[in-house]
């Protein structure tokens, strides 16, 4: 899982206009300040940043689909709490998910690993997505990762397509 969620940040990191959620503001809101709490914030400029340095690469489509994912980029933060602070359960999960659900957040992905959880839920339209959220719930740790900006679905079927070549 931890494999998963790597890759994950990768495709954040090389990925999305952003409106958050109020589940989600509400969720950080509420934890980012515990002393126990794991926050990571990235902003725009990092990823822009990484765009520019990837489209040095000339005629190299890897590079040039990276740029074009890190310069949609607006914002990623990471916030993870010890479920003994945060009281998620499975039923807390649900309801989360519930709640993304009437904010009009579709869920693309559900990962399950004995009784871990992942969830990987976006907005967008069937070109582009907008504002990803990763929810996950380990034995030890509940963690919501919001990805903010705009990603085309084609940008994404090729880094899905081809990563196996990175390795």
Do not use: C
Not at 26 to 46: E, H, I, M, P, W
Not at 81 to 91: L, N
Not at 98 to 127: C, H, I, P
């Amino acid at each position: 899982m931890k494999k998963l969620i790597a890759t994950l940040v990768l495709v954040g990191s090389v990925s999305f206009g952003w409106a958050q959620s109020k589940t989600v503001q509400d969720f950080q809101n509420k934890y980012k300040d515990d002393r126990d709490a794991k926050v990571v914030s990235l902003n725009g400029s990092l990823f822009e940043l990484i765009g520019s340095i990837a489209s040095y690469a000339e005629d190299d489509e890897d590079s040039e689909t990276i740029a074009r994912i890190a310069k949609g980029i607006e914002s990623m933060e990471i916030l993870a709490i010890p479920m003994h602070k945060s009281g998620f359960d499975s039923k807390s999960m649900d309801d989360m998910r519930d709640a993304l659900k009437k904010e009009k957040y579709e869920e693309l992905m559900t990962v399950k690993e004995g009784s871990n959880r992942m969830y990987f839920m976006t907005q967008g339209t069937e070109s582009q997505v907008k504002n990803m959220l990763v929810i996950m719930r380990e034995d030890e740790e509940f963690m919501v990762m919001s990805i903010n900006g705009t990603l085309e679905m084609k940008d994404l079927a090729y880094l899905a397509k081809n990563h196996k070549n990175w390795e």
